[in-house]
Nanobody, 122 residues
């Protein structure tokens, strides 16, 4: 069983930046970020293939967020720039032990982190 630990969340003003990290306790392949705002369903944010050569973003974050990974450290990152109040949510890291391509559907991921809160004030 692989454990995922997110870090880097916090409170930031609109227009600011945050960098989330997700460290895996073992090797993982496809990785992604999802978020859940109060009263809303969990939604896809970004995903990256095992090689890092392919990425995918939700339309709402395209051009503002960047997903990357360091396989030597079993870590995936989410650089969030130009943050908006509507980005406020708990952000979850997800990973799969087998799939190497991009995965955007939450049910395809086997491992999930505990979540980190991101709050953007206006």
């Amino acid at each position: 069983q692989v454990q995922l630990v997110e870090s880097g969340g916090g409170l930031v003003q609109a227009g600011g930046s945050l960098r989330l990290s997700c460290a895996a306790s073992g090797r993982t392949y496809a990785m992604g970020w999802f978020r859940q705002a109060p009263g809303k369903e969990r939604e896809f944010v970004a995903a990256i293939s095992w090689s890092g050569g392919s990425t995918n973003y939700a339309d709402s974050v395209k051009g503002r967020f960047t997903i990357s990974r360091d396989n030597a450290k079993n870590t995936v990152y989410l650089q969030m720039n130009s943050l908006k109040p509507e980005d406020t949510a708990v952000y979850y890291c997800a990973a799969d032990p087998v799939i190497v391509r991009i995965v955007v559907l939450s049910y395809e991921y086997d491992y999930w982190g505990q979540g980190t809160q991101v709050t953007v004030s206006s």
